[in-house]
Antibody, heavy 115, light 107 residues
């Protein structure tokens, strides 16, 4: 069974940093591109970043470019999102999703940016 | 950036109805269009990928169609468990973009 489990969320002050992790199981993680998507409270879905299977290709939404870094460790079956210079508008539930068509999603990690 | 516009934003229908949800892209997305279902308090679930491919395990009452800039998700016979918000998503070009969603309710 495919499983994606996010961790690392929490309450953080504006301007600070936070790193999310997504542990994958049930599939060959190193064969798949991975994605981060977020959802602000009561709002729709926003694509954040994507990384190819070997980390050769990385893409970011303009809203996070220069502040967030997506990475992966295929040996640990883990996807990461390093978030810096956090703003109140980054408050959201952050999902990791697997594959180019995003056919598997985790349950999300909650990030609240507030003083 | 490609803008994805979904309509209607809210749809109320009766059990057994045929329901159509619409998604319009601001430019041609070459059928790289997915549909996701999100029930309250849950993560999104992939229903349809690349316009008309039913994801494994999804009931056959769900179908997708379209081309160019215009796409639809059809539920042939609405069931109570279909109450959810439905999002379209284009993966034709970066940045990837979602529609704002259609909230489907039962009358």
């Amino acid at each position: 069974e495919v499983q994606l489990v996010e961790s690392g969320g929490g309450l953080v002050q504006p301007g600070r940093s936070l790193k999310l992790s997504c542990l994958a199981s049930g599939f060959t993680f190193s064969n798949y591109g991975m994605n981060w998507i977020r959802q602000a409270p009561g709002k729709g879905l926003e694509w954040v970043a994507s990384i190819s299977s070997s980390s050769s290709y990385i893409y970011y939404a303009d809203t996070v470019k220069g502040r967030f870094t997506i990475s992966r460790d295929n040996a640990k079956n883990t996807l990461y999102l390093q978030m810096t210079s956090l703003r109140s508008e980054d408050t959201a539930l952050y999902y990791c999703a697997a594959g180019g068509v995003m056919d598997a999603w985790g349950q999300g990690a909650s990030v609240t940016v507030s003083s | 950036d490609i803008q994805m516009t979904q309509s209607p934003s809210v749809l109320s229908a009766s059990v057994g109805d045929r329901v159509t949800l619409n998604c319009k892209a601001s430019q041609n997305i070459n059928k790289y269009l997915n549909w996701y279902q999100q029930k309250l308090g849950e993560a999104p679930k992939l229903l349809i990928y690349n316009t008309n491919n039913l994801q494994t395990g999804i009931p056959s009452r769900f179908s997708g169609s379209g081309s160019g800039t215009d796409y639809t998700l059809t539920i042939s016979s609405l069931q109570p468990e279909d109450v959810a918000t439905y999002f379209c998503f284009q993966h034709n070009s970066w940045p990837l973009t979602f529609g704002s969603g259609t909230k489907l309710e039962i009358k």
